[in-house]
């Protein structure tokens, strides 16, 4: 199994940027996805790495470093649609994915 | 291009009945993985069908079944429901022959055990 660790939640304000932290422990290791979830609606696919390094996709951007169990999203220019819960999940060699809680991220005027 | 559907979108039991979920996935995807999301958690894997067996499985008990069709499409059956079992049951698909064999998510099924 997996034990996928995120903060709680994040404030920040409209047009900054906003960095998500996520740790993981894995027994077996097969990829790190980013989701988004909008409140009352379901995950939507941002990111994936498998590899060491940053993957950018527009303002969304992420990073992975496998020998440090450690990936992060990063959100630039922030919009207040980008006001939603972001989820960290891994992937193990048996495929399954294990998701952390969530980053409830506030966006502010 | 339809996305994943599931149905229904809402649903009321009582304890000690049962449920039946139903999911259809997204045009071309050939596995479907189903989830429970309770409030303000992240979802947790109840488990993954692929070729109409399932492959994985999650830590939930034998209440939780499944099922899956000639057309991918899939159910998934909760027996002798508990108030504990009150949760949004997310279905997700994916293609085993995808680049990042990404899931797709469906609206969701909100089960509200009285």
């Known amino acids: 199994g997996q034990n996928i660790d995120q903060p709680t939640e994040m404030t920040a304000t409209e047009g900054a940027i906003v960095q998500i932290n996520c740790t993981y422990q894995?027994?077996?290791?097969?990829?790190l996805f980013w989701y988004q979830q909008h409140a009352g609606e379901a995950p939507t696919f941002l990111s994936y790495?498998?590899?060491?390094g940053l993957e950018e996709k527009g303002r969304f951007s992420s990073f992975l470093s496998r020998s440090k169990g450690y990936s992060y999203l990063l959100l630039k220019e922030l919009q207040m649609k980008d006001s939603a819960s972001y989820l960290c999940?891994?992937?193990?060699?048996?495929?399954?994915?294990?998701f952390g809680a969530g980053t409830t991220v506030t966006v502010r005027a | 291009d339809a996305g994943v559907t599931q149905s229904p979108t809402h649903l009321i039991k009582t304890r000690g009945q049962q449920v039946t979920l139903r999911c259809s996935p997204k045009?071309?995807?050939?596995?479907v993985s189903w989830y429970q999301q309770a409030l303000g958690q992240g979802p947790q894997f109840i488990f993954q069908?692929?070729?109409?067996?399932?492959?994985q499985r999650g830590n939930f008990p034998d209440r939780f079944s499944g099922h899956q069709f000639p057309n991918y499409s899939s159910e998934l059956n909760v027996n002798a429901l508990l108030l504990g079992d009150s949760a949004l049951y997310l279905c997700a698909s994916s293609s085993q022959g995808a680049l990042y064999n990404e899931q797709f998510f469906g609206p969701g099924t909100r089960l509200t055990v009285l």
């Open positions: 999940a891994g992937r193990g060699n048996d495929y399954k994915l294990s």
């Open positions: 069908y692929y070729e109409e067996e399932e492959r």
């Open positions: 894995t027994s077996g290791f097969n990829g």
């Open positions: 045009s071309g995807h050939d596995t």
């Open positions: 790495n498998v590899l060491d």
